[in-house]
C-alpha cells in the first residue's frame, strides 16, 4: 500500500516503515533536521548567538551561520600556527624562501615562517655522508681495471645546496666519476693495483672538491678512500700470477740488497786493513832504513877516529848476533898448534839453568845467551892473541 494512496491511514505510516503511536512519537531513524537544529542551538550558545525556541528561525540561523565560521576560523589558525612554528636541531641549519626567493638562513633554534608564502628546507650540515663508485675503466697502458671508491662528504653551504643545484647528490656522483676516470686513465696499471691508491685518491679529491666548487653545490668533500682495485674475472688469474711474479722480484731484489749490505762493508774493511798494513810496512821500512844510515853514518866517523877498536867491535857484535840465534858453537884451535875442537852446548847449558831454578822467561834466555856468546868470543880472541904471539 502507498504511503499517500487515498484511503489508506497516512498519518500512522511512513517511507521507514514506522508506526505513529498514539502519543505522536514514532520508531526508526531521528530526525535530521531536529539534530543539526540541537546542534545549532548548541553552537549558538557557546558564541552569544542562540535564541530561545520561541525565536524567529531567521535570527537563529544567522546566528549559527557566524559561529561556525568563527570555529572554522579558530581551526585554520591553529593549524597555521602549528605548520608555521619548526625547531632547527644544533646540528641543522635551514633555508628560508619567500615568494621563491632567497629570504634568509636560519640556525639553530625555534623559529617560524609564513606558509604559504615561506618555504624551507632544512638538512643536517655536520654529518658525513658517504658515497660509493665502482667500475671497469682504461689504464693509461691501456688495460681495463675495476676500481671501487668512497667519497666522505658534507654540506658546507645550505644556501647553495638548496638553491644553486638541482639535485646535488646526483651532480656529486657524476663529478666522481669524471674525476676518477679521468685519474686512472693518466695512471699506469702497476701503479692503480700496487702502490699508488694513495696518490690517485689525493688527485681524484682535488680535481672532485674543484668540479664541486665550479658548479656551487655547497658540498665538501673530507676523504676519498681508494680501495683495493683488481683486474676483472676473466684475466685476474693471469694477474695474480703477474702479481706473484713482481712479488717474487721484489723478494730477490732484497735478498740481494742484503747479501750486498753484508759483504761490500765487510770487504771495504778488509781492503783498508791491508792499506793500513801496508802503510804500516812501509813507514817501518822506511824507518829502520834511515835509522841503518844514521848508525853506518855514525859508524864511519868513529872508525875514522879508531879502526881498529871499531873493527874489533863490530866483529863482536856480529858474533853475538850470530851466536844469538843458535844452540851450538863450535870453536877450533890454531893451525900451528894442536888441532883442538871446543864444543860449546849452548842448549845443554841453558836447559840445565831452566831446570835448576825458576822458569827463565824470555828476557833472561837472551841473556844468557848474550853471556854465552861472549864467552866464545873472549875465547876465541884469546887463541887470536896467541896466534899473534907465536907468530912474533
Known amino acids: 500500500m502507498a504511503w499517500n494512496e487515498p484511503g489508506g491511514n497516512s498519518n500512522n505510516q511512513d517511507p521507514w516503515g514506522g508506526k505513529r503511536r498514539n502519543n505522536g512519537d514514532r520508531k526508526g531513524p531521528p530526525d535530521l533536521d531536529e539534530a543539526f537544529r540541537k546542534l545549532q542551538e548548541s553552537l549558538n550558545g557557546l558564541f552569544g548567538g542562540g535564541k530561545k525556541r520561541g525565536d524567529d528561525g531567521g535570527s537563529s540561523g544567522k546566528g549559527g551561520g557566524f559561529g561556525l565560521l568563527g570555529i572554522g576560523l579558530v581551526v585554520l589558525a ?10 632547527v636541531d644544533e646540528q641543522e641549519q635551514a633555508v628560508v624562501l619567500r615568494f621563491g626567493k632567497y629570504y634568509e638562513t636560519v640556525g639553530p633554534g625555534l623559529n617560524i615562517y609564513f606558509p604559504p608564502i615561506d618555504r624551507k628546507y632544512m638538512e643536517n650540515v655536520t654529518r ?17 681495471v675495476e676500481v671501487p ?5 658534507k654540506i658546507s653551504n645550505l644556501q647553495d ?6 639535485q646535488p647528490e646526483i651532480s656529486l656522483q657524476h663529478a666522481t666519476d669524471s674525476a676518477l676516470r679521468h685519474v686512472v686513465g693518466s695512471t699506469a696499471m702497476d701503479q692503480v693495483l700496487t702502490e699508488g691508491r694513495e696518490l690517485m685518491a689525493s688527485e681524484i ?15 665538501t668533500v673530507t676523504q676519498v678512500n681508494v680501495q683495493s682495485a683488481a683486474a676483472p674475472r676473466e684475466v685476474q688469474e693471469a694477474f695474480d700470477d703477474v702479481i706473484r711474479a713482481r712479488e717474487d722480484e721484489q723478494r730477490s731484489r732484497n735478498q740481494a740488497e742484503t747479501y750486498a749490505n753484508g759483504v761490500v762493508p765487510e770487504a771495504r774493511g778488509q781492503a783498508q786493513r791491508i792499506l ?26 868513529e872508525y875514522r877516529k879508531a879502526p881498529e ?3 874489533q867491535r863490530l866483529y ?8 844469538s840465534n843458535t844452540s851450538k858453537v863450535l870453536v877450533t884451535g890454531s893451525k900451528g898448534g894442536q888441532n883442538n875442537l871446543l864444543y860449546l852446548p849452548l842448549d845443554k847449558m841453558i836447559d840445565s839453568g831452566r831446570s835448576g831454578s825458576a822458569p827463565v822467561t824470555g828476557a833472561a834466555s837472551a841473556a844468557s845467551n848474550e853471556a854465552n856468546a861472549r864467552a866464545a868470543a873472549d875465547h876465541m880472541q884469546q887463541q887470536q892473541q896467541t896466534r899473534s904471539r907465536e907468530t912474533r
Do not use: C, H, P
Open 78 to 87: 591553529a593549524v597555521w600556527l602549528y605548520s608555521a612554528v619548526y625547531v
Open 128 to 144: 658525513e655522508r658517504a658515497y660509493t663508485k665502482q667500475g671497469q675503466m682504461l689504464t693509461e697502458d691501456e688495460n681495463i
Open 149 to 153: 671508491l668512497t667519497v666522505q662528504y
Open 161 to 166: 645546496f638548496v638553491l644553486n643545484v638541482d
Open 205 to 219: 679529491k682535488e680535481r672532485l672538491q674543484r668540479f664541486l666548487d665550479n658548479y656551487r653545490t655547497g658540498i
Open 276 to 301: 793500513e798494513d801496508a802503510n804500516g810496512y812501509r813507514d817501518e821500512v822506511v824507518s829502520r832504513a834511515k835509522g841503518e844510515a844514521d848508525r853506518f853514518t855514525k859508524l864511519v866517523a
Open 309 to 311: 877498536v871499531t873493527r
Open 316 to 323: 863482536l857484535d856480529t858474533m853475538q848476533e850470530v851466536f
